[in-house]
Nanobody, 128 residues
Framework: QLQLVESGGGLVQPGGSLRLSCAAS????????IGWFRQAPGKERESVSC????????DYVDSVKGRFTISRDNAKNTVHLQMNSLKPEDTAVYYC?????????????????????WGKGTLVTVSS
């Protein structure tokens, strides 16, 4: 069973911070590139951030650049998304997804494609 489980979502005030986690089971994340995606009500799913299997390359969409940081701890089979300076427009269900490193492509990941294994999501609500 290949599984990704997101955690860390919740309610936060504008300007606040949250740290999301994505834990893998049934496979080793060190051989997978990972992306974080989100879907807000009434909007299409969009890519947020992507990281290579080794963690040496991390990429972000413009809307979160400078505010979000993606990282991974392969020894713990976990990927994180640190979200700072949160805005109401960041409100969404956040998903992590994985693809084996030989097929990982940052450009495809940032454009929402190429991921094989998906978590069920965690809800982030940014509101006063």
């Amino acid at each position: 069973q290949l599984q990704l489980v997101e955690s860390g979502g919740g309610l936060v005030q504008p300007g606040g911070s949250l740290r999301l986690s994505c834990a893998a089971s049934g496979f080793s994340l060190d051989a997978y590139g990972i992306g974080w995606f989100r879907q807000a009500p009434g909007k299409e799913r969009e890519s947020v951030s992507c990281i290579s299997s080794s963690g040496s390359s991390a990429d972000y969409v413009d809307s979160v650049k400078g505010r979000f940081t993606i990282s991974r701890d392969n020894a713990k089979n976990t990927v994180h998304l640190q979200m700072n300076s949160l805005k109401p427009e960041d409100t969404a269900v956040y998903y992590c997804a994985a693809i084996e490193y030989t097929y990982y492509n940052a450009f495809y990941c940032l454009n929402g494609g190429g991921m094989d294994i998906w978590g069920k999501g965690t809800l982030v609500t940014v509101s006063s």
